[in-house]
């Protein structure tokens, strides 16, 4: 259990005490100054969920500081440019992966951000890549077909089948891929008229939103991880 208690206090390790008095041994309780949180957002390709995040955090609408995107590609260094933030390559071509996911800890843990975003980071995290982060601080995005359309181009496999909902979940990074403590979900409903590019497209809308949404809802202090689940106010 995690108490947050917002504002400044004369006396706050008394009253630190006295909260932690009345909570369950083992509670976890902070002063929260609502200072922006820095993050740092892992990419790909795919812009669309980034250009939402620095839209947002640029309009003061996200509680936060974006202090580096990496990425595994240079795709979006452009956007990220735009807003100021730097952009770091760790590309993956010549070196195993090991030593790629290497490289990209040492570069987040150089910014120490508080959080890090995977805003559409197409690679699977190693075991080892977890570990390195505490629960909670690993933040992911992806579509809500999985487990029924694996692989790749999985809007095309939605449409040949004919779905009739599409989705997207954020959700904390855990070893169990795409099945950590879920943040945020929705849905939209689709029909016989959207083509598989139709559907990709309401997709994407659908993925940022929610991440913004349950980035939000974190940088709020309003989500509690609890087992394999969280409590979300």
Known sequence: MRTVLEGNFDTKDNLLFEVKSVLPN??????????KRKIAVLVTKEAHCLGDILIKAYSNALNA????????????????NKFNVPFH???CDGISREEQEERMCNLIDSVNPDYVVLAKY???LSPKMVAHFPLGKLINIHHSFL???????PYQQAYDRGVKIIGATAHFVTNNLDEGPIIEQDVIKVNHRYTAEDMAKAGRDVERLVLIRALNKVLDDKVF????KTIVF
């Open 26 to 35: 083992g509670a976890n309780v902070r002063l929260n100054t609502r200072e």
């Open 65 to 80: 500081e974006i202090v580096m995107v990496a990425g595994n590609y240079n795709t979006l260094e452009d956007l990220a």
């Open 225 to 228: 991880i609890h087992g394999n």
């Open 89 to 91: 390559l760790v590309s």
């Open 122 to 124: 197409m690679r699977i």
């Open 147 to 153: 487990p029924a359309f694996i692989g790749a181009k």
